[in-house]
């Protein structure tokens, strides 16, 4: 994986981009404060992050877990040691 610093730029493959019609998001505003906060609303339930968990598969059935995640129909996927 590779990794860049704030001063760095990536350079996006641009036709890949175009061609495959992938939508590529970006976040950078978030601070250490956010992810407390974000932290401390899962841990007292006023999240429920199960419910953000749209499928569910066991570790034998990866390959197809992967395969949902990238169809863009899943929210989050989960695998698990059943």
Known sequence: MTSF??????????NLIHYNEILVTGAS????RDYELALNM???GQID????ITHRYEVA?????????????????AIHNA
């Open 5 to 14: 610093t704030a001063r760095e730029a990536a350079t996006p493959a641009v």
């Open 29 to 32: 505003a978030l601070s250490r």
């Open 42 to 44: 899962l841990s007292t």
């Open 49 to 52: 992050a199960n419910a953000l």
């Open 61 to 77: 059935d990866s390959l197809a877990a992967f395969a949902e995640a990238g169809s863009g129909r899943a929210l989050k996927v």
